[in-house]
């Protein structure tokens, strides 16, 4: 069974600051991560997409990095604004379902940038 | 473009009540997947409707059912209501031509409160 641990639970930085957010999972047979983000009571917004075979992915400042065979992936948020300030889910597919609707996801990062 | 639309956006129910909750996909997509999200975690598969069927089921049980129409939106009913079923219950598009390459789509979710 396919779990995903997400650490830390909650971060509070000071804005302007780079910071990594870190993701764990079980099975390492997956063919994608994603990141996403989400506002208190709101949806998910996909930040980015990382497919197997590629090693990371970058979009603006936030930078995620894909390494399957020790089943982590990390994203990077450079220059951090209050603006950022939302929770950051992962996601992987669940088991060997290939249509891309069932994900198994962390609990999140509660993320706070300070001014 | 319209992106997934949800409806209603909020909803108090009691105990044993019955809710139906709906969702419109992002336009080009055939796809819908719904999640429960309880506060505080990751989102939960429930199931996945495609073609007007459910194709895959996450660990949810019989009380929850869905419909999937020829325009491609999609009903969540949830019968016999628990307080436990309180959440934000998330839908997610996606298109299979775009298979694991695509990203999941998501509403922004209907809270639902069950007193």
């Known amino acids: 069974k396919q779990e995903v641990t997400q650490i830390p639970a909650a971060l509070s930085v000071p804005e302007g600051e780079n910071l990594v957010l870190n993701c764990s999972f079980t099975?390492?047979?997956?063919?994608?991560l994603q990141w996403f983000r989400q506002d208190p009571g709101k949806g998910l917004t996909s930040l980015l997409l990382?497919?197997?075979?590629?090693r990371e992915q970058t979009s603006g400042r936030l930078n995620a990095s894909l390494d399957k065979s020790s089943g982590r992936s990390t994203l990077y948020i450079a220059a951090s604004q209050p603006g950022d300030s939302a929770t950051y889910l992962c996601a992987v597919p669940t088991g060997a379902e290939t249509s891309g609707s069932r994900l198994t996801f962390g609990e999140g990062t509660q993320l706070t940038v300070n001014p | 473009d319209a992106g997934v639309t949800q409806s209603p956006t909020h909803l108090i129910k009691t105990r044993g009540q019955q809710v139906t909750l709906r969702c419109s996909p992002k336009s080009g997509h055939d796809t819908v997947s719904w999640y429960q999200q309880a506060l505080g975690q990751g989102p939960q598969f429930i199931f996945q409707y495609y073609e007007e069927e459910e194709r895959q089921r996450g660990n949810f049980p019989d009380r929850f059912s869905g419909h999937q129409f020829p325009n491609y939106s999609s009903e969540l009913n949830v019968n016999a209501l628990l307080l436990g079923d309180s959440a934000l219950y998330l839908c997610a598009s996606s298109s299979p031509s775009t298979g694991n390459l695509g990203k999941l789509f998501f509403g922004s979710g209907t809270q639902l409160s069950v007193l």
């Open positions: 099975d390492s047979a997956i063919y994608n």
């Open positions: 990382i497919q197997s075979s590629q």
